[in-house]
C-alpha cells in the first residue's frame, strides 16, 4: 500500500486510517498513467498530487461521519414521530389498550393512514437521495435511515407507552399492498440485516471509491424480500381469501363486508417457515456480497 509510493513520499501518508488510502493509490496510479508520471518523475509534482488526496480523503472521511451522525438523527427523530402518531391513533381507537382484533375504521382514515406510510418512504428515501453520491451508496443510505427509523420506532413505544410486552407481541407492520402482521422481533431481525447490508456497501464504497452489486445478488436480495413479505401478509391473506375469492377483493360493492370481515382477524400463527427461508436467503446474498467486495479490493491493493 504506501510502499507503492515514493518513500520520499511516505510522510505525506502517516495519517490515520491507511486502508482509506486504497482508493488513493488508484488515482495516484491512474494519474502517472495519462499524465506519463514515472516514480521517479518531477518531486513537485507529484508531491502535489499527493498533498491533493490527502486533503480529499480526510475530507471525505470527515463527510462521511457527519453523514451517519446527521441520518441518525433523522432517522431517530422519524421514529419518535412515527411512535406518536401511533400513540394517538391507539388511544383514540384503542382506549383500553392495542390489541386484536381491530376496532372499525372508516375508508377515508385508512386512505389516509396509506398515504402517511407513502410519505414516510418517500421521505427516508429522499434521505438516501441527499446522502449517496451514486446509486448504489443511495441506496444503502436508504435502507439504512429505514432501519434505524423502524428500530427506534419501538424503542419509543416501549419508552412511552410500555409496548410491546414481549418481542413476541404481534403488530400491524405495514398496510401496502396488504396488512402486514408478525411478531416485534422480526422487523426488528429485518433491520439488523438492512444496517448490515448497508454498512458493507458505504464502507467498501468508502475504500474503493466505486462497487457495484451482481445482477445474481440483486436476485438474491429481491427473492428474499419478496419471500418476506409474503411470510408477513400470509395469515392475513389466507384469513380474507377463505371468504372472498381474490377478484372479489378488488369490487367495490363489497367494501363493506371487505372490512367486516378484515376486522375480525387475530393472527394466531406466523409463517415462521417462510421468514427464516427469507432471511437465510438475504443473509446468504449479503454474505456473497461482503466475500466478494473484500477479494476484489484485496485484488485491487496486490495490483498497485
Do not use: C
Not at 488515482?27 to 509534482?45: D, P, R, W
Not at 431517530?76 to 414521530?81: D, H, R, S
Not at 449517496?132 to 441506496?139: D, Y
Amino acid at each position: 500500500m504506501i510502499s507503492n509510493f515514493p518513500t520520499e513520499y511516505h510522510h505525506f501518508l502517516s495519517l490515520p486510517s491507511i486502508a482509506r488510502f486504497t482508493f488513493d493509490e488508484l488515482e495516484y496510479a491512474t494519474f502517472q498513467a495519462h499524465a506519463g508520471i514515472q516514480l521517479n518523475g518531477s518531486m513537485l509534482i507529484n508531491v502535489a498530487f499527493l498533498f491533493f488526496l490527502n486533503i480529499k480523503s480526510y475530507f471525505y472521511f470527515g463527510m462521511i461521519k457527519s453523514r451517519i451522525l446527521t441520518v441518525t438523527i433523522f432517522a431517530i427523530a422519524m421514529g419518535l414521530l412515527e411512535a406518536a402518531v401511533v400513540i394517538y391513533l391507539r388511544l383514540l381507537m384503542y382506549p383500553n389498550g392495542f390489541g386484536f382484533p381491530l376496532v372499525p375504521i372508516l375508508p377515508g382514515i385508512l386512505t389516509i393512514e396509506i398515504l402517511r406510510e407513502i410519505a414516510t418512504l418517500l421521505m427516508l428515501l429522499a434521505v438516501g437521495i441527499l446522502a449517496g453520491r451514486n446509486a448504489i451508496e443511495r441506496f444503502a443510505w436508504f435502507i439504512y435511515s429505514f432501519a434505524i427509523w423502524d428500530i427506534f420506532y419501538y424503542i419509543f413505544l416501549k419508552i412511552l407507552i410500555a409496548w410491546p410486552d414481549s418481542f413476541m407481541t404481534n403488530d400491524v407492520l405495514f398496510l401496502i399492498p396488504a396488512t402486514w402482521v408478525g411478531p416485534v422481533i422480526t422487523p426488528l431481525i429485518v433491520s439488523m440485516a438492512m444496517i448490515l447490508l448497508a454498512g458493507i456497501i458505504l464502507t467498501f464504497s468508502h475504500k474503493s471509491g466505486q462497487i457495484k452489486i451482481l445482477n445474481i445478488e440483486w436476485a438474491g436480495l429481491i427473492s428474499g424480500s419478496f419471500i418476506l413479505i409474503l411470510g408477513f401478509i400470509w395469515e392475513y391473506s389466507v384469513f380474507m381469501l377463505e371468504r372472498f375469492k381474490l377478484t372479489e377483493l378488488f369490487f367495490i360493492q363489497n367494501r363493506q363486508a371487505i372490512m367486516e370481515h378484515a376486522h375480525s382477524f387475530i393472527p394466531v400463527k406466523f409463517n415462521w417457515i417462510l421468514f427464516v427461508i427469507a432471511m437465510f436467503l438475504i443473509l446468504f446474498t449479503i454474505g456473497k456480497i461482503y466475500i466478494r467486495l473484500k477479494e476484489e479490493l484485496r485484488n485491487d491493493t496486490q495490483i498497485l
